[in-house]
Each structure stands twice: as structure tokens, then as C-alpha cells.
């Protein structure tokens, strides 16, 4: 039997008296069956042997075996994770250099040194505003931000209605403007853009992972109807605003006569910077415009300016590093810290100036508020995109808030 161990001239060929495995037995059936599938023009004749198939020789069966270990052999071969290094060992070494490279070009050309005489953001003193006609761009040098010879910047003293074609846009003024309509005396009123929009767990009205339990944490802070919460609130927040887009907001239902909260608590002008382009000085008349239509609507509220959040473009969170372009790929994104500070300084400023004026500032964000500018980084676990708070990010915030 050849599924057997071959005895038959041992001496001749040592081959013939190894133990085959199934793969190499199924390689030997397949070739009999081959052998055996001829068929005869005339009917089979049991006594004539010449019509019978010739059993396969010594040598024939030797030379099927070795041919069956090869294809055992190449089956081996073609898996295990040597078969992985082999197909893709080329490409593994070309990705983490590519990595190596991104990293040096990080740490060679995104690092933007701080000094002490940074930037001013405006060229004139804006405590001295006594309302809106005070606020206008006749002296303002420039519109762009430095690292941009061209921006979307617009007019920061009027409001901005050009997302209004945008359905998901639409849609969530809509929802502001019912809240707000159905909304009376409440102890406290959020406005401004996503990281606003982010206290109903959401990102352009769709619930996100990153916001999941948010929702559970405003309510728990400013939802006294049947909760631990000490005061009552309602955010009306929309994703990608600029500080134009708000005032648009306020002007046409989103701040109506019926509501009369006794704090309006606002965050506005991080996408002035990092959507529009706009300088310092246009983001700073931009947020002042929209204070001083408050002022002006709602004179018995306290309005607290919440200074910018720490944002970065940065891979690891550096304040101070920018995102380099990607070989001309991709554009160059520079650091906005400097700018963030400069406008959180001139609005410090105001706040002291003002009556039932407040500014509000927090370091919550940052890895070691104490660091030299340079090393300055966003904690990866309350901001994990360096833009928008986690959920713990929202929930530390929100304890400064009611505290």
C-alpha cells in the first residue's frame, strides 16, 4: 500500500521507508486518481491486462514525494509571521521612517520661542468703551492673522448670518431659539460655540463618544428640576461659531425678552482665530461687540467672559509648537498661544473696567500652568483633541463655574 511506510527497495532509495504526512498522502491520491481515470474506447476487459493503468514505479513515486514535501514546504512558508515579514518587512521599515522623519520635523520646525515683549493685540485702549458706537475696525491695520496673507475674516461689529444656508446650522438655531422662547428666569445662561454646545453631549446636533455623560453633568449643575443642582441653567451653543455668528444669534431669537437670567456666561472667538484667520485686534472688537450687546439688551445680568481656551494644532499639545506642513502637502499651522494671551489680557482689562463686567480665566487645561512657556501642554485626559473638553474636562469646568 503507498499510504504506507515504503519498504520496497530500501537500500536503493531511503526515501521510499519515510513516514508520509496527510498533506503529502493527499498529493499521492490525487495523482493515482489521475492515473486510474483513464477510460477505455471499448468495454473493460478484466483478463486483458494491457488496458490496465501501470502501477507507478520506484523512481515515479520518489519523484511524487519530493513533489509533495516542495508544495508542503511552500505552504509553510506562505504563513506565520515570517511569511508577514517577508510580504511586508519593506513597507513596516518605510512607515517608521516616514515616523522618524515627522518627528524631527516637529521638534526642528513647529517650536515658536516665546518672548516677553509678544505681540500686542491691539493699538488702542478699549477700557475706555462706553457702548457699541465705541467699537468699529476704521483703525484697524490689519484684518488677517500673520501666519495668513488671506482669511474669511469679517466684519466683527455686525452680525454674520451666511451659516443660515447650512441645513445642520439651521436646524440648531431653531432649537436655541424654542429654548430661549420657552425659557424665563433661570439663574444662568451659556452661550457661544462647540465647547457651549458640547454641555448637551453633542457636535452639530449629532450626540459624539468624546461627549458621552456630558449631558448627565450639566444636568446635575444647572438642572434644579428634580436634580441635586443648586441653580438652573440652559446652554445655547453651535458648533464652528465665530464671535459674528453669535451676535447674528442674539439679534434674531436667540435672546429674547422672556429670558432674563441672572448671569449670561459667554465663550466665544477661539474659531475667529482657528477657522477665519482673523488678528488679535478683529477677534478682540469681535467678542467685545458681542458683551456689549448684552450689556444692552439684558442690563440687570452679570456677564462673565470666559477667557480662550488653551488650543493647540500641535500632535502632543504643545502651546507653543505649530503643525508643520506635511512636505507641501498640507498647509502650516501655526502656534496661537501668544494671540490667546494677549486677547485673554486685554479682556481681563475690560472686566475690571466694567460694572457687572466679570472675566474668568482657568488653568484646568494645562499639564503644569507653572512650565516656561515652551513646554507648556494641554492634559490629554480633560482635552483630547486640544480643543474641546472630555467629559471630566467638562465636569472640573463646570464645578469653577457654580463655585
Known sequence: DIFEPATVNASKNKRMSMQLTPSMKEEVREHNVMITSFVPTSAPNKNDLSRRPPRPTSSEFTVMIESAERRENRRRKSKGWRAFCRKYGQLIIVFIVILGLLEEIDNRFSLEPWTEDHPVSTQRDFTVVQGIDDLTTDNVDAWCHTSRSRCSCQDPTVGDNRRESIRWWSRLHRINVEAASHTSDIDILLIGDSIVEGWMGTLRGHEIARAYGV?????????????????????????????????????????????????????????????????????????????????????????????????????????????????????????????FVSVNSELRQYGRARDRVEYFETDIFLVDKDAPFSELRIKNDLMPDCLHPSPDGYSSWGEQIVG
Not at 222 to 242: P, R
Not at 250 to 278: A, H, R, Y
Not at 322 to 333: N, Q, Y
Request: net charge positive; proline share 6%; with cysteine.
Open 215 to 339: 449631558r448627565e453633568i450639566f444636568a446635575k449643575l444647572f438642572d434644579a428640576t428634580g436634580n441635586e443642582a443648586k441653580y438652573e441653567g440652559i446652554a445655547l451653543g453651535i458648533s464652528g461659531d465665530t464671535s459674528s455668528n453669535l451676535l447674528w444669534r442674539l439679534q434674531n431669537g436667540e435672546l429674547p425678552d422672556n429670558l432674563n437670567p441672572k448671569v449670561i456666561w459667554v465663550l466665544i472667538g477661539s474659531n475667529d482665530f482657528g477657522v477665519t484667520w482673523c488678528s488679535p485686534e478683529i477677534v478682540l472688537i469681535g467678542i467685545l461687540r458681542v458683551v456689549e450687546e448684552l450689556r444692552m439688551r439684558k442690563p440687570n445680568a452679570t456677564i462673565v467672559i470666559n477667557g480662550l481656551f488653551p488650543r493647540t494644532f500641535h500632535r502632543k499639545g504643545y502651546l507653543m509648537r505649530g503643525r508643520p506642513s506635511f512636505f507641501g502637502l498640507t498647509p502650516k499651522l501655526p502656534s496661537l498661544w501668544r494671540d
